[in-house]
């Protein structure tokens, strides 16, 4: 079942977003050389509530935190804990808020200090890919064309598309109806209409597609260890373009 925004709805979910956007902003300020995750899940905690939100991953199947903090070979769903970062790491961090009723969600990877070049490029190619799909977000074309462009993106660089998780419907629940792949095909897949927000999240991984569950219950890393980057933006479905709920425009106005 997709349930379709009215003007109101649309407006309270991007308050939603951008608290995640300042959020997101406030972990990167924070993150440097010897900083551990937690410390950047505590910070996310209160910043959160601090402005009015709830944290939408804290509890959520149980996960412990109000943020994923997912370290280099780390895909997605990386839990804080006492890993201090280092100076070359990247950090994927995935943020959800719900305020008034209506959810937020947005993702960055960051760089910790000096990164090498190959894998600052990794990042680019993911953020790019996520524009890509977002340009193809809007009414009249399939989820498939989104899924399309960012797996041509990506997959023409030499990097490879996570398939095992995808993006999503959101609304006034985290995770609605469709799913949002990173991979697909062009003309196929739920169409898109007016007023559907979705939660577009290309996951892309430096050497091959395959990951691997951790024991923890939760990170999902890849299995050759090579490195992984995430970005995602909630937007909604309108005629001619598509409107981006969430920002990262407080993370890179630093
Ligand atoms: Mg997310
Ligand atoms: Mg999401």
């Known amino acids: 079942m997709i349930y379709l925004k009215t003007e109101e709805e649309i407006e309270l979910m991007r308050i939603a977003n951008h608290v995640v956007g300042k959020t997101l902003a406030e972990i990167g300020r924070a993150i440097a050389p ?19 939100g709830i944290p939408l991953f804290k509890g959520y199947r149980g996960f412990p935190a109000s943020i994923c903090v997912s370290v280099n070979e780390n895909v997605v769903h990386g839990l804080p804990g006492e890993y201090r970062l280092k100076e070359g790491d990247i950090v994927s961090v995935d943020c959800g808020v719900k305020i008034n009723g209506y959810c937020g969600d947005s993702a960055y990877t960051f ?50 598309v996570v398939r095992e998780l995808v993006g999503h419907g959101i609304g006034r629940m985290m995770h609605e109806d469709p799913e949002v792949p990173n991979y697909g095909k062009r003309g196929y897949g739920p169409l898109l209409k007016k007023g559907m ?15 691997r569950f951790e024991k923890d219950g939760w990170t999902v890393s890849t299995r050759d260890k090579k490195p992984s980057a995430h970005f995602e ?7 001619g373009e ?13």
């Open 197 to 211: 927000c979705i939660a577009i999240e290309p996951m892309i991984n430096m050497g091959s597609r395959n990951v």
């Open 111 to 160: 760089c910790v200090g000096e990164v090498k070049p190959e894998v600052k490029q990794l990042l680019k190619t993911t953020k790019d890919a996520l524009y890509e799909g977002i340009s193809c977000a809007v009414e009249g074309k399939r989820i498939g064309d989104v899924s399309y462009a960012i797996q041509k993106h990506c997959e023409e660089r030499g990097y490879s």
């Open 233 to 239: 933006h909630t937007v909604a479905i309108r005629n």
């Open 34 to 52: 010897g900083v551990s995750t937690v410390s950047l899940d505590n910070l996310a905690d209160t910043f959160i509530r601090d402005h009015g």
């Open 242 to 254: 598509a409107d981006i709920l969430s920002t990262f425009d407080y993370i890179e106005e630093k």
